[in-house]
């Protein structure tokens, strides 16, 4: 397999799949641009080994070529700044005018392509409309974590066109070694941390992870499930009342997989589902007809903070409240903060899945904590033993 740091992109045109899904303002402005940033070190190693650079990327999810507001002229110049170089920009990825222009690239020089979706063939992973893009370069870069569990066009299906000129970037090279490491070598005790919605989108994780973890601490929405499960009351908190025995299950195989298993001693409750409700704490298991456990209590917090402190390794997928709502954001906050202490006195720390990764952002932590992972989706399922479609095409020979 070709590697990034011994090919030899001398005089080559290097495409590279990038995920510049970044979030525009009404001003087309970017307000996120953690995803740009994260592809320079793979851009700027070919750039310096002499290649020119051709970067394709989705955005959004058009309805059709005329949806401009998804365009990826609107992030020319900001990509340009951040590599402090002019970027060209061909307004449709396949066609005539990025055959010219990536024909003509000399050294050095870098290509936008418009957006992949603008063509239905990429999310349908169309051979035509991959061999087109193949055709533009001698060499293939697939630096896109957050879609490599997708079998679209220029995430997987393109790779066949380089047998021999095909890699990863140092985004999906740091990915893989960051999430292996953790499940393969980490050090104990290891904790991980499920929080988010729901119990039914976590299950597979939970099971896979159970034989290599000393403790799993719920939190957020699907401790409610728990909590019924076990027969507590939860008045009108978020619950799956057909997941049921889904966390018996759990509960029993954390039991027979000696994981210690800790779910929240207290609940902060709401009266409505807003961040002008009236609040109360209560026990987890007893809270009252009306009202909704939107945050973990101060008990939990300690002793969840606790365990945290003792671990070596920590996984933390999912908030543990509505942390977008500031009255319900403090044991999500909390959790961010103890992470970060630990992982300043040495501990391994990894962030993954949607909202837990807003969460260390909004605290301004991400830099605290060992590696925040740019996939969602991805991440999971890689965590879940399948195997991803762009990371098999990379390496199948
Ligand atoms: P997920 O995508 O499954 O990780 O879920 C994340 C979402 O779960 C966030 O938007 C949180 O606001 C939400 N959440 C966390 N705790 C609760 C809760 N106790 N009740 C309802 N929603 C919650």
Excluded at 25 to 32: E, P
Excluded at 361 to 373: D, F, I, Q
């Amino acid at each position: 397999m070709q590697n990034i740091d011994n090919y030899d992109f001398n005089n080559k045109r290097a495409i590279i799949r990038v995920d510049f899904n970044v979030p525009l303002d009404d001003n087309f402005s970017i307000t996120d641009d953690t995803r740009i940033r994260a592809t320079i070190p793979t851009i700027e190693k070919i750039i310096s080994g002499g290649g020119s650079v051709i970067l394709m990327s989705h955005r959004g999810r058009p309805k059709s070529k005329d949806d401009v507001k998804l365009s990826l002229k609107h992030i020319i110049k900001h990509i340009s700044k951040l590599l402090n170089k002019e970027i060209q920009f061909a307004d449709d990825c396949i066609g005539e005018q990025a055959v010219t222009k990536s024909k003509e690239l000399k050294k050095g020089e870098i290509l936008l392509l418009e957006n992949l979706r603008f063509y239905v063939e990429e999310e349908k992973g169309n051979i035509e409309f991959s061999k087109k893009l193949a055709n533009l370069a001698d060499v293939y870069v697939n630096d896109a974590f957050g879609t490599a569990h997708r079998a679209h066009a220029s995430t997987t299906i393109i790779a066949q066109f380089f047998p021999n000129d095909k890699m990863f970037g140092y985004v999906i090279e740091n990915e893989l070694n960051n999430i292996d490491n953790m499940l393969l070598k980490a050090k104990k005790p290891f904790t991980a941390i499920m929080g988010g919605a729901k119990v039914s989108s976590k299950i597979t994780i939970i099971k896979r992870l159970l034989p290599k973890i000393d403790n799993l601490i719920i939190g957020g929405g699907m401790t409610y499930t728990f909590i019924k499960a076990k027969g507590g009351k939860i008045g009108s908190s978020m619950v799956e009342d057909d997941k049921l025995d889904m966390a018996v299950e759990i509960m029993k195989l954390a039991e027979e997989n000696n994981v210690s298993l800790y779910l929240p001693i207290d609940s902060l409750n709401a009266d409505n589902f807003s961040n002008d409700a009236n609040t109360n704490q209560t026990d987890i298991d007893k809270i009252e007809n009306g009202w909704m456990g939107l945050d973990i209590g101060q008990k939990s917090i300690d002793k969840f903070t606790e365990i945290i402190k003792n671990s070596q390794t920590i996984l933390w997928n999912g908030p543990v409240g509505v942390f977008e709502m500031g009255k319900f954001e403090n044991g999500t906050k909390q959790m961010a903060i103890a992470i970060a202490e630990v992982t300043s006195t040495g501990s391994f720390s990894l962030i993954g899945g949607g909202d837990s990764v807003a969460a260390i952002n909004k605290y301004n932590l991400a830099e605290k904590v060992s590696y925040v992972s740019t996939g969602g989706g991805a991440l999971l399922e890689y965590m879940e033993g399948i195997e991803l479609p762009g990371i098999k095409a990379i390496r199948d020979k």
